[in-house]
């Protein structure tokens, strides 16, 4: 069965500190997500990756990095985590050339105190 | 600019009735839309799919409707059942971009089926 795994499912951090969102496929997918969900707003594309070491911005890439040093892992990285970063974070993933059939992972709840 | 609208945040109809969840677009060049559904703590799950050269794609109790002139698509379930309460996104993207990159979201529409 395939599956797409994030780390943490709860996070509670401080304002400023360093935040590391994990996620692992293991379908061989290329291309690999990360999104966020806000209440009124759907589903926002934070970063992308269609291969190895290759990272793309998505609509909302300002405070965020990424990482994707081996193809079944992309993480996603928050600098200095602020108050407006607290959402639902989603990994998702795709086969190479798919028309959009995203595999999610179960979510990370991330919280900035 | 919301370039896809779920107009209806929620909506609530008994089990064994149709239930219509609503989408609108506004960019012509979306050729391919996907509805999701989401349950509480877990991530979306793809649901349906339909391109432009279609106006209706059905898979079991789901079908999906495009109208392209009126940039409308709307997901029907019949009959609806309890296990389909959760939040259903639509999402469009312009046909043959390679890569999910180019989805668009909505935001959601939460549908509770009573008993």
């Known amino acids: 069965d395939v599956k797409v795994t994030q780390s943490s499912r709860y996070l509670v951090k401080r304002t400023g500190e360093k935040v590391f969102l994990e996620c692992v496929q293991d379908?061989?997918?290329?291309?690999m997500f990360w999104y966020r969900q806000d209440p009124g707003l759907g589903l926002r594309l934070i970063y992308f990756?269609?291969?190895?070491?290759?990272?793309e911005k998505g609509d909302i890439p300002e405070g965020y990095s990424v990482s994707r040093e081996k193809k079944e892992r992309f993480s996603l990285i928050l600098e200095s985590a602020s108050t407006n970063q607290t959402s639902m974070y989603l990994c998702a993933s795709l086969l190479g050339g798919g028309t959009g059939e995203l595999f999610f992972g179960e979510g990370s709840r991330l919280t900035v105190l | 600019d919301q370039q896809v609208k779920q107009n209806s945040p929620s909506l609530s109809v008994q089990e064994g009735r149709i239930s219509i969840l609503n989408c609108d677009y506004t960019?012509?060049?979306?050729?391919?839309f996907l509805w999701y559904k989401k349950y509480p703590a877990e991530g979306p799950t793809f649901l349906i799919s339909?391109?432009?050269?279609?106006d209706k794609n059905e898979d079991g109790r789901f079908t999906v409707f495009l109208n392209k002139s009126a940039k409308h698509l709307s997901l029907h379930i019949v009959p609806s059942q309890p296990g389909d309460s959760a939040v259903y996104f639509c999402a469009a993207a312009p046909l043959n971009t390679g890569t999910a990159s180019k989805l668009t979201f909505g935001t959601g529409t939460r549908l509770q089926v009573t008993l």
């Open positions: 990756s269609y291969d190895v070491k290759m990272k």
């Open positions: 339909i391109s432009s050269i279609k």
């Open positions: 960019n012509s060049m979306f050729d391919y």
């Open positions: 379908m061989d997918h290329e291309n």
